[in-house]
């Protein structure tokens, strides 16, 4: 696999090229910088290497403040925390949180009625069989209680091929 580091300055470049057939992984220089630990990471879980494996139906999803998701977005996610979530659940296995995923507003909020899936992530080391899709099971009965219309995310495909999304539900 190919991995290749975009210098941030070339940023603007990046948007008007097709990067669709690019074999590999593409990081811009700044989280390349600012956040190595999380692209290395992400590497090896892109190239399944892991220290543990679990099945999904072996963890709980519990909801969880935002001070306590943050951290985990931080610690573990490419592009860190977001501010704009509103709501945050954990995956926890042995009482350890091992995954996140959080519901925020839309930063230029395009609905009401429309709430964004902005973060999911695992610990590292870890793969969790089934674990996005039991979270994302919880955030649908959650924005369903909520009274919103409608779920929206963003795949960010210069990392991956965005099925994730399709295994949740999204089309």
Do not use: P
Not at 37 to 44: P, R, S
Not at 53 to 72: D, P, Y
Not at 139 to 148: D, G, I
């Amino acid at each position: 696999m190919q991995i290749t580091i975009i210098d941030i300055k070339d940023s603007k470049n990046y948007e008007n090229k097709n990067w669709e057939n690019v074999d590999g992984m593409i990081f811009f220089s700044d989280e390349w910088n600012s956040r190595k630990d999380q692209c290395q990471n992400f590497i090896k879980a892109h190239n399944k290497v892991y220290s543990k494996k679990i099945h999904g139906r072996k963890c709980e999803v519990k909801e969880i403040q935002s001070e306590e998701a943050n951290k985990f977005f931080s610690q573990h996610h490419i592009q860190g925390r977001n501010n704009l979530g509103i709501v945050f659940f954990g995956l926890f296995y042995e009482n350890e949180l091992i995954g996140a995923m959080s519901l925020g507003r839309h930063s230029r909020q395009i609905s009401e009625n429309r709430i964004v899936l902005d973060r999911f992530c695992v610990a590292d080391g870890i793969h969790i069989q089934g674990g996005a899709t039991k979270l994302f099971s919880r955030c649908v009965e959650w924005a369903k209680s909520r009274k919103y219309d409608e779920i929206i995310s963003f795949s960010d495909n210069r990392l991956t091929d965005g099925s994730l999304y399709e295994i949740m539900g999204f089309y």
